[in-house]
């Protein structure tokens, strides 16, 4: 069982910034790929970014989104700068243990950005 707790969100002005950070357990943290995922009201879920040997961002985010991880500290990011209203949704960190896909979830942090 990996769990994931999510912290960081909160409300900003659009082109503010925020950090979003996802605290994970496990004692193989550095194996895993971890994601960023966000869902917006009456929205699906969709991606955002995603860490593994490399880096990948959703071209929605791209170049105002950064995704890190601090394997000593268990501990992935996302570095969200010039916010958007439109980029207000709740944000899940996931982990994806096993090379298939994503199956442990947060419980998500909410993030507003107001015009």
């Known amino acids: 069982q990996v769990q994931l707790v999510e912290s960081g969100g909160g409300l900003v002005q659009a082109g503010g910034s925020l950090r979003l950070s996802c605290a994970a357990s496990?004692?193989?943290?550095?194996?895993?790929?971890m994601g960023w995922f966000r869902q917006a009201p009456g929205k699906e879920r969709e991606f955002v970014a995603l860490?593994?040997?490399?880096?990948y961002h959703a071209d929605s985010v791209k170049g105002r989104f950064t995704i890190s991880r601090d394997n000593t500290k268990n501990t992935v990011y996302l570095q969200m700068n010039s916010l958007k209203p439109e980029d207000t949704a709740v944000y899940y960190c996931?982990?994806?243990?096993?090379?298939?896909?994503?199956?442990?979830w947060g419980q998500g942090t909410q993030v507003t950005v107001s015009s």
């Open positions: 996931a982990a994806n243990t096993a090379g298939t896909k994503f199956d442990y």
């Open positions: 860490i593994g040997a490399s880096t």
């Open positions: 496990g004692r193989t943290f550095s194996r895993y790929v």
